[in-house]
């Protein structure tokens, strides 16, 4: 479901970005309309980059993003599957491996990476 970035949205990805100095895609030329896939495309320089960057978010800006995705607000669909794999493996270290399950099956039922 495509959306207009909140403020809270916009401050967590400069916090996980800080390089991020405007809000639209390279690549499509429209606006971003979710924080992962910018971040795993645009701004992570490699998966252990896009960890680190995931670091800079406490536990609420992360819980925030993951009720983003349950809902279906925050797309996963554009992020690279092996950025999908640190995302669930951090989720897993800071919120527990229940939550990360929840990720993965909503991620899963949405065509996610073949596996």
Known sequence: MARILSERDVTILKKSAP???GLVCAGSGGPYRSILPP???HYAADLADFWERLERL???DLRYLVGLILDGSES???VPCGHVEVFLTFVTDRLGRDTALSILQRYESEDGCAR
């Open 19 to 21: 390089e991020c100095t």
């Open 39 to 41: 971040l795993a495309n």
């Open 58 to 60: 406490n536990d609420d």
């Open 76 to 78: 996963l669909g554009c």
